[in-house]
């Protein structure tokens, strides 16, 4: 049996079937209003939610269409990418839908990827920049940096994007964040909110799409 943290060949089919069929603008539509219309309410809010369950959409049928599926010819059956290159599909699925809270959860169990890093960067860049800051800053301070486990700096480091982790890299990340906040953002720098505990498997089969379909 698979465990909880890994997208199976059988995932990714379902995901490809479901995302094919939003292809259609209709379907795709049909959904998103399904999905938006507790917010009918307000127009300009509805509209918004509209706009980013839709942008949601997109790069989750991106994401499954870049994956190296083969079909020879018409008649030829398909053959499906490696479990690794599946895997990362999986682990990008899961970034775009949790956003902050798959990047905490890998970093929490220790199975943080660079796959998950980069997509977390590709897809919410203003959240990874507001965590990269957060942990610089406290990888800044000595009692925190040193009462980390090894291999939990090492985690940090690629967050943040750095292969060591000592106080004159820290420092100078510091004071190189803090200058691009404040000639974006004059005032005090924007701190995100740390997740805490586990969070759902890296399963596509758990967004609304899926169980819409399993529903019908």
Known sequence: MASADTFTVEEFKSARVILQELKDPQSKQALIDEATRE??????LHSAMQEQFRGYLDKAIKVVDDAPVIKENLFSEEIMPPDSEIQKVGERLAVLEYGP???MRGLYNGTLTQNEIDAFNEF???QAKALAFEFVTRMGERDSA???PHQE??????IIGVEV???LITGALVKTFQK???EEKPGPSPRPKWVEGRFPATQLAGSYAVEKRRST
Do not use: C, Q, S
């Open 180 to 182: 691009e906040e404040e």
């Open 39 to 44: 917010f009918a309410v307000d127009e300009g």
């Open 101 to 103: 809270g798959a990047i």
């Open 165 to 167: 982790m000592n106080p």
């Open 153 to 158: 700096k090492e985690l940090i480091g690629a």
């Open 146 to 148: 040193e009462d980390l």
């Open 124 to 126: 919410y860049p203003e």
